[in-house]
């Protein structure tokens, strides 16, 4: 059988879908000395029928060598490249294809375009699975410079020293990373949970180079000693706060005095110590101290000796203790924040008339004293901002000796609470702050109904005035004579949609709406009401009783 008659044959078997037979043929055909590209053509699509997309490509290319300036060879390249997921072959043989079919036949042109758009298709599919892929994979933040890396690493570490433990958990890069920046081990929190290690670890990766040392009260004393011979090394003079508890600190000190590093006292910054006896021991290395804030828990007469030493306090807190406040604010002239709690004033010897201007005085906290009037009259504070008043004791009206001509105009925030006052000085306080923001009044009883009309407008100033137009936090726990209108005047004469219009048509100067309201402990309040509260503030609570005040009422 001649070649000619064995390709007749498989075309004829090819057209009755008898492709194995017809694959024989052609094969026959090829062996028979047949190099014709109908013959490779005819073969590449049999094998193409049968899934032998491989085999189907040779043969193509067979025919592209063979008859390169005819179109069946690059079309059919094309269609087995998309197959076989080559789709960038595929269009460029799409393109040589074209090129080769003439132009009235639309047709075959339009079956290579829709090939080039499914291929154009897949492609982009494939890129956006690849891109995908290298999103959930990628480590595109490791090709930072180590520096930038270390500067992130600051800013985490700089709002909560602790994240420095979590961050260098996180991988090995991330980890090497931290242990090799001292600055970021520089504050030590010394703990009851492995003390003497922690201590050890800290000081070595921070290079010695610790500024901010704070000792936990639950220390054991038997830690002392190791803990304190694992810290000898660092660098005293780079520390800047301290917090420790007084024995503690009188063993440090010892520590310092033996390294001839009690210089080191006076470039602390922070100092917090609670109960520190024989005090007076330490004050000659407090001498042109850069104190700038103090914290003391347990306050002595011995320490009084501080203040003809200690001149740059910002921020003083004195717990427990008896003190003499004017020498301590007399040395202090730039004090901003200054919070007292469960001391006892000491009166003055002499000078009693003199009177302390803290101009910077900008926060001032009372917490369980008997008496505050030895403190009030001496203390001038015009940019007061923050007022605290709780547990005052021993006084007609708490508020008498701060409503005086002078108001307090820079005042924001007032809360006072478990405190003798009448309505009349709040009133006073109150039409004074016209900046005011938070108001407080908790656990006082016949002053809040009067103060809440005040405010509201229920019945009008004297000046016609609308008060305290800042005001958006308003906590009024434990006043248990407050009733349901007058926290619903409150609410209602802020609501923007509520607010009139002045006779002449205009709308009044807009009051700020109340954002948060606490009513928590007033029995009074109806509770066919708290629905309306929950729907126009923000943050409403207005719980009656504790659980177990509660179970006792059963």
């Given at each position: ?357 803290l101009s910077n005085l900008r926060c001032l906290k009372f917490f369980n004293i008997a008496s505050i009037s030895m403190i009030t009259r ?93 005001l958006k936090h308003v906590d009024l726990t434990n006043c248990g004579d407050l009733l349901t209108r007058n926290a619903y005047s409150l ?35 109806e509770a066919e009401m708290l629905p309306w509260f929950r729907g126009k503030v923000k943050v409403f609570s207005c719980v009656y009783m ?9």
């Amino acid at each position: 059988m001649s070649w000619k008659a064995s390709f007749q044959q498989g075309i004829s078997n090819f057209k009755r879908n008898q492709y194995s037979e017809a694959l024989a043929f052609f094969d026959e055909a090829i062996s028979l000395g047949c190099d014709s590209f109908t013959v490779y053509d005819s073969r590449a699509a049999v094998h193409e029928k049968l899934g032998n997309n491989k085999a189907a490509l040779l043969d193509a290319k067979k025919v592209v060598d063979t008859a390169p300036d005819r179109w069946q060879g690059y079309a059919r390249s094309a269609r087995l490249f998309h197959a076989l997921t080559k789709n960038e072959a595929a269009l460029k043989m799409a393109d040589l294809a074209l090129e080769r079919i003439k132009p009235d036949d639309a047709q075959r042109r339009q079956g290579l375009h829709a090939l080039k758009s499914q291929a154009t298709d897949a492609l982009k599919a494939a890129d956006d699975r690849r891109r995908a892929r290298i999103a959930k994979t990628a480590y595109h933040i490791g090709k930072l410079p180590v520096e930038i890396f270390a500067e992130i690493f600051g800013l985490v570490v700089a709002a909560d020293h602790v994240q420095i433990l979590n961050l260098s958990h996180v991988c090995k890069h991330w980890r090497g990373i931290a242990i090799e920046t001292p600055s970021l081990w520089q504050t030590l929190v010394v703990s009851k949970k492995y003390p003497t290690r922690k201590a050890r670890f800290w000081v070595q990766r921070a290079r010695t180079q610790i500024s901010d040392l704070s000792f936990h009260h639950n220390i054991s004393e038997m830690d002392w000693p190791s803990i304190l011979l694992e810290l000898t090394p660092l660098h005293w003079h780079g520390l800047r706060s301290l917090a420790a508890s007084g024995s503690l600190f009188s063993r440090l000190y010892d520590m310092l005095h033996k390294l001839s590093k009690t210089k080191a006292i006076s470039h602390l910054e922070h100092l917090d110590v609670t109960g520190c006896p024989n005090f007076e021991r330490f004050l000659p290395d407090f001498e042109d101290s850069h104190l700038d804030t103090l914290k003391v828990a347990n306050f002595t007469p011995s320490m009084g000796g501080l203040w003809s030493r200690v001149h740059r306090l910002k921020t003083m807190s004195i717990e427990a203790g008896c003190i003499e406040i004017v020498p301590a604010l007399t040395a202090n002239p730039s004090l901003e924040n200054l919070m007292l709690c469960d001391i006892v004033p000491i009166p003055m010897q002499s000078g009693g008339d003199d009177r302390v201007e803290l101009s910077n005085l900008r926060c001032l906290k009372f917490f369980n004293i008997a008496s505050i009037s030895m403190i009030t009259r001496v203390v001038i504070a015009p940019n007061l901002q923050v007022l605290h008043l709780f547990s005052i004791g021993h006084s007609s009206d708490v508020l008498l000796e701060f409503a005086h001509p002078d108001p307090l105009r820079a005042l924001r925030e007032l809360r006072i609470g478990s405190c003798t006052t009448t309505a009349s000085s709040l009133k006073i306080i109150i039409a004074g702050a016209p900046l005011l923001e938070t108001l407080q009044i908790s656990g006082i009883h016949g002053v809040v109904n009067d103060v809440l009309d005040f405010i509201s407008g229920t019945h009008p100033n004297d000046h016609h005035q609308d008060m305290c137009t800042f005001l958006k936090h308003v906590d009024l726990t434990n006043c248990g004579d407050l009733l349901t209108r007058n926290a619903y005047s409150l609410v209602k004469t802020r609501l923007h949609t509520d607010q009139p219009a002045t006779v002449d048509g205009s709308q009044p100067e807009c009051r700020a709406e109340i954002e948060s309201l606490r009513l928590d402990g007033c029995p009074l309040i109806e509770a066919e009401m708290l629905p309306w509260f929950r729907g126009k503030v923000k943050v409403f609570s207005c719980v009656y009783m504790t659980k177990k005040e509660g179970k006792q009422r059963r």
